[in-house]
């Protein structure tokens, strides 16, 4: 039996008060998928994940829907003291103006946040500022990134590949590597607008937004003894997102240890398929998969 199978099983069998601290864990590493689907679906929540290890806790990604979703768990924004951000796009960064608003003008402390200093920059002066800045002036100038957020910047490896890096929250290890998703027309990571994968622990393989890149999974693959893979899936080919008829030509092994997310609405007819193609299945939203 695979690792997230069991991993399923054991969180349908845990007792209610456990299910009720996903903020914490007896240990374990655990991935609880707040949401797990497409940018726009309507039915599933964005793609965000909340990483739970004894007392430690990540979010990754905080999409427009995350304060919802969170909600749904009996959590605020507040609730969580560490964020991390995968890429710049919405449904994984449009839930964070809350965040800092809430915990300047409510909480009044500033959560953590795991961001590298080039996604720091596209995100801060493209996307938050203008909901963020200008709501105080000091000095005659307006609110910084700074004011909102206490970084917690990745360690760059030298000499890896993929400008890999690694940040630890608590107990967590997260290492964090470039990878492919816009424009539709990048021949690589290289020229690829900032976007970061993450392994956990070592462990674990969570792709974030990605286009078809199995050069990316197998080094992945060489690097770490990967238990279980959580990959970017679109149901239909083209785009910014890995087509599920493109990730059918992952090796076996691979596709055994992969779940599948970040999916549209219809996921459900495409169960057979996915299925038969011999993934592990879809990362379903609202479980909770552990690793011992
Ligand atoms: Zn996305
Ligand atoms: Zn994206």
Redesign the pocket.
């Known amino acids: 039996m695979d690792q997230t199978k069991k991993a399923a099983e054991a969180t349908a069998a845990a007792p209610a008060e456990r299910l009720d601290s996903p903020l914490r864990t007896e240990g374990e590493l655990a991935l609880r998928f707040i949401g797990a689907g497409?940018?726009f679906s309507k039915k599933f929540y964005?793609?965000n994940l909340l990483v739970a290890k004894g007392e430690d806790h990540v979010l990754v990604d905080c999409g427009t829907r995350t304060p919802e979703a969170l909600a749904l768990l009996g959590l605020t924004v507040m609730d969580v003291r560490n964020y991390l951000i995968t890429h710049s796009?919405a449904?994984?960064i449009g839930g964070l103006e809350e965040v800092m608003l809430q915990n300047r003008y409510v909480a009044r402390r500033k959560p953590n946040i795991v961001i590298t200093e080039k996604l720091r920059d596209v995100i801060w002066s493209m996307s938050l500022r203008g909901g963020a800045a200008y709501n105080e002036r000091h000095d005659g100038k307006p609110l910084d990134f700074l004011d909102f957020w206490i970084p917690n910047y990745p360690k760059r490896r030298r000499g890896e590949d993929r400008e890999l890096s690694v940040a630890t929250v608590g107990g967590i290890e997260i290492i964090l590597f470039r990878t492919m998703h816009i424009p539709d027309s990048a021949a690589g990571w290289r020229d690829s607008f900032p976007s970061y994968g993450l392994v956990l622990d070592r462990r674990v393989l969570f792709t974030s937004?990605s286009r078809y890149d199995p050069a990316m999974v197998a080094a992945m693959e060489a690097a770490f003894k990967l238990e279980a893979i959580f990959h970017d899936c679109q149901l239909f080919k083209g785009g910014v997102h890995a087509a599920l008829e493109e990730l059918a030509a992952l090796p076996a092994s691979t596709k055994a240890k992969t779940r599948l997310m970040?999916y549209g609405d219809k996921i459900d007819d495409f169960r057979p398929r996915i299925a038969e193609l011999g993934f592990a299945g879809v990362a379903e939203q609202g479980e909770t998969y552990r690793f011992r």
């Open positions: 497409s940018a964005q793609n796009h449904d994984h937004d970040h």
